[in-house]
Structures are given as C-alpha cells and as structure tokens.
C-alpha cells in the first residue's frame, strides 16, 4: 500500500513537472509566436538577427541585451573580498532565505530550464530574452530620466524605436550590433541610491534573492513602470508570465550559479559580497554628483 502511494506521489509529481514544462514552452512559443505574425516574419528571420559565430570575451557582458539580475551573470564576482559595511542583522533569516532560494533553483527551475532548453532552440530563447529586455523600455527611460542621465534616456529610448522597427517587436537587437547602442539598464532602486537613499539592511526575499530595502522598494516602483503589467492584470497570469520570463533567463545561464557557489567558501556570504558591490558600483557610475563633476571638469 506504502509503496503504491508512494508511485502515486512520484508520478503526481512528474505530471506536475511535465504540465509546468509544458506550460511555460507553450507560452513563450505562443507569445512571441503571434509578434512575428503582426510583423509578417517567419522563424528564419528571428534566428537570424540574433545568430552570431562571434567568440564572446569571458571579461566581458554576455551579449549584448542581457542584464546582471540579481546576480544572473556571477562570472568574475567568486573572488571578491567581504566590504565591512554591509549591515546583516537579518542574517538568520537570510540563509533560511537563501537556503529556500537555493534548493528551488536546484529542486525545480533548473530542471525545468534544462529541459526547456533542450525544447526550444537558442537562437529562439535569445530572442524571447531580447523581447523582454525591449519591454522593460519604459522602467529604463523613466529612472534615467529620474536620475537627469538624459544620454541613458536618449539611448534608451533609440534602442527601443530601433529594436522594435528593425528587431520584430524587439525580438532582435540592431540597435547593438548596427548602432553600437549598448543596453542602459536603470531601474527604480537605483535611482534611490543616486538620490542618497542607502543600501540599509541587506535582505534576502523568497523567489527573488539577495536585495535591501531600498531595492524592494524600487520592485514595486518598477512594476508600475513595466507597461506589460497594465495588460495582465490576473494574478496567476502575471505570475505564469514570470516564471516564462525567468525559465527561459535561466536556460540560457545554466551553470553560471554552480560555478559560482562551488567556488566559494560561504555561498551566503560571497552573494551577498557580490550584490552589495554591484548595485554600489552601479549606482556610483550614474550618480548626479559625479555626472555634473565629469561635466564641470570638460
């Protein structure tokens, strides 16, 4: 009896996987399947504006329309030393978090986005990404223009008109590759810090990873500047629509966070070295004060 509830439980389980599997192939496909045919292209024609034999450079982005997203791209980040301000009286909870955060990753996303990519193409993931990245636009354009980088929002905003027109909807980027307008990523938490609210406490959030509370904050921010969200409005549909978005993220940097973990001492710790240094230096590149010091000095 044990073992016939137990081969119950196994399969309920696998059903599950292959439902969600499934779900998340058949969404993206369909999604962006119905922008090609608004914009009277076929496959070939997504394919090859993203297609490239180019070796990419280790030290570099890794192409030209992804984004560091919470640590997504850790290369280069698994030998940094631990900054002495970074404030963590939340730390029992946040390796509970992190823990969470970890074992979901390894538990369910990356199987899924493992046999995801298996299913779709690369070329194909890489041009769902780059539709995505083109949606968040309008977050990228209002907090460059919140931080008075009126360069980040002139080019934020050629990206998307080229990418759109020239790039089936955004699926491609010409505005890189023929351009040489290279991705302004801008978003609410950072416009915080330039404006001299701090980093804070550092916090791990469940599903989402390392943060603060300036850059929760900023989440919610953003997503009343995100225009998809004004579009899908039901909570499982916009939920659905994420888990689409970060599978198919995933699939393109499988290992990426194995490398990563396996490398350091104390993963909690490296994380969080990582992600304070990053949105530290992010926010000290686009910072007012330094901007009009650059300009004065000229």
């Not at 900054?83 to 978090?97: G, H, K, Q, S, V």
Request: hydrophobic content about 40%.
């Amino acid at each position: 009896m044990k073992r016939q509830s137990a081969i119950s439980s196994t399969s309920l389980f696998f059903s599950c996987f292959c439902a969600l599997l499934l779900a998340t192939a058949v969404s993206q496909f369909l999604f962006f399947s119905h922008c090609m045919a608004e914009s009277g292209t076929d496959m070939n024609a997504v394919q090859s504006p993203v297609h490239t034999s180019q070796a990419v450079d280790p030290d570099s982005a890794q192409g030209d329309s992804e984004e560091l997203d919470d640590l997504d791209d850790l290369e280069g980040w698994d030998d940094l030393e631990e900054p002495a301000d970074i404030w963590d009286p939340l730390e029992t909870f946040n390796r509970y978090m992190f823990t969470f955060n970890d074992r979901l990753y390894f538990w369910g996303v990356k199987p899924v986005a493992t046999v995801y990519s298996h299913i779709m193409p690369e070329p194909l993931r890489e041009s769902i990404n780059n539709g995505w990245q083109n949606l968040a636009a309008p977050v990228r354009i209002a907090n460059c223009l919140l931080q008075l980088n009126f360069k980040g929002a002139g080019v934020a905003t050629a990206r998307f008109f080229i990418n759109t027109i020239m790039g089936i909807g955004g699926l491609g980027d010409p505005a890189s590759r023929m351009f040489d307008l290279q991705p302004v990523y801008e978003d609410t938490g950072q416009t915080l810090g330039v404006w001299g609210v701090g980093f804070g406490p550092y916090l791990v959030l469940p599903f989402i990873g390392p943060s603060c509370p300036r850059d929760a904050i900023g989440l919610a921010g953003d997503s009343y500047l995100y225009p998809l969200n004004y579009f899908v409005g039901k909570f499982w549909q916009n939920a659905a629509m994420r888990a689409g978005k970060e599978v198919n993220l995933r699939s393109l940097r499988l290992g990426e966070y194995e490398d990563f973990k396996a490398s350091s001492l104390d993963p909690y710790i490296a994380v969080r070295s990582a992600y304070y240094q990053y949105r530290q230096n992010a926010i000290n590149e686009t910072s007012t004060v330094n901007r009009f010091k650059t300009f004065t000095a000229q």
